[in-house]
């Protein structure tokens, strides 16, 4: 005897019976959004393992629980060092960029006993240089945000014409993390030490991308993300030129030289250390090929539709921002949930904001609105580059 079938009352009895057609496989994830934060590859995991069960003393120990924590980090810095052609006492090891950027302009800030120095920054900054700079504002501090032209790139000149005698910090950041244009620190730098003017520069976006030199660069201050090229979200480092006066952010114990206290992460400076040796002279050539062949497709397929944000050159070798006039970059990404990027555009109660580093640099609204960043990674492909393309024509229709 056959037991009776039971049907679904919402739906049409005799639709229940046919065959369903099987579930579309979920499109392969594709990570455009290096810029983001970087897979942190299989031997800097491995430099990490022996800290996650051992070596578990404290750095500032003497005793034999603390001496392979404290080789780790003195490791770490080495390897920092080396890597942006500084001296082992020159870097002082942060939980990332931010800390290092609130670092760099505090610490020479509360260093001036004058307590209301002018301080010369550039309309692109990131908010973790931008939002300390304002905060000592609250303070006493004079700020000048110098204006970009419509590659984002600050004029050397004006930086000299804002130098006053109160100045007491330069600070432009090396690449911008939206469009990936490198500014003309060298140049800054230069004009900066003629005035007597320590200068700092942001080099999240620029670190592990493109050879980093503080020496050539000439800067006596430069903040790094680890977590930019390969290392564990919460490790970076600040580069302190010698003789730089620079009181600490942090109080407490005498560790980093006395510039930075809290017990050290033998974890995360083992992370930091194995992926500051995998950047050092890493030929980024083949992502800066693939970056090209992306825009060249974008141009075949969308013509004068897609817009490139930033300078055409001058930039980072695996960013791509573009905008789509007339679409809105948020609602193209939702519609393309795979792919991992992001826009330059937020939405905030039914408005849709630009975002500033494009409203700086005079971008129209129409392109600014559709704007789409995407930032390559060693790990992609051709493959992924055509579809993506596909999606994003799928996405525009």
């Known amino acids: 005897m056959y037991a009776p079938t039971t049907l679904d009352d919402s739906a049409e009895p005799w639709t229940q019976l046919l065959p369903q057609p099987p579930a579309l496989p979920a499109p392969r994830p594709i990570y455009l959004d290096h810029n983001g934060s970087t897979p942190v590859p299989a031997a800097v995991i491995e430099a990490m393992r022996p800290y996650l069960g051992g070596g578990f003393g404290n750095p500032s120990g003497g005793h034999w629980a603390a001496a392979p924590a404290r080789a780790a980090v003195e490791a770490a810095r080495r390897d920092v060092a080396a890597l942006i052609g500084a001296a082992p006492g020159e870097v002082v090891l ?88 490198i500014q003309p620190v060298r140049e800054i730098a230069a004009i900066g030490r003629a005035a007597g003017v320590p200068v700092h520069t942001d080099a999240a976006q620029s670190v592990g991308k493109i050879e980093v030199d503080v020496e050539d660069l000439g800067v006596d201050l430069l903040s790094l993300a680890g977590h930019k090229f390969g290392a564990p979200n919460g490790s970076g480092a600040l580069y302190v030129r010698a003789g730089v006066a620079l009181a600490p952010l942090l109080h407490g114990a005498g560790q980093e ?138 996405a525009m229709r």
Not at 114 to 143: K, Y
Not at 323 to 351: D, I, K, N, R, W
Request: positive net charge; charged residues 20%.
């Open 94 to 181: 942060t939980s990332g960029a931010t800390e290092a950027n609130n670092m760099a302009l505090n610490g020479v800030w509360h260093a001036d006993p004058r307590r209301a120095g002018h301080v010369i920054t550039s309309a692109v900054e990131h908010d973790a240089m931008l939002g300390p700079a304002r905060h000592l504002r609250t303070r006493g501090a004079r700020l000048t945000v110098l204006p970009v032209d419509r590659h984002g790139l600050v004029d050397p000149d004006a930086v000299a014409r804002a130098i006053r005698p109160d100045t007491v910090l330069i600070s432009v950041m090396h690449a911008n993390n939206e469009t990936g244009t």
């Open 257 to 394: 030289g006395g510039r930075r206290a809290g017990t050290e992460s033998a974890l995360l400076a083992a992370g930091l250390g194995a992926a500051a040796r995998l950047a050092h002279g890493k030929d980024t050539s083949a992502v800066r090929a693939l970056r090209d062949y992306f825009w060249n497709r974008l141009q075949e397929v969308f013509g004068d539709r897609v817009v490139l944000n930033g300078h055409p050159y001058r930039r980072v070798p695996n960013t791509l921002s573009v905008g789509f006039p007339g679409h809105v970059g948020a609602e193209v990404l939702a519609g393309m949930p795979h792919v991992a990027a992001t826009t330059g555009s937020a939405c905030h109660a039914g408005c849709i904001e630009m975002s500033r580093v494009l409203v700086a640099m005079g971008t129209p609204a129409g392109v600014g609105v559709g704007t789409i960043r995407f930032s390559l990674g060693e790990g992609n492909t051709i493959e992924e580059i055509d579809r993506v393309v596909a999606a994003l024509v799928r």
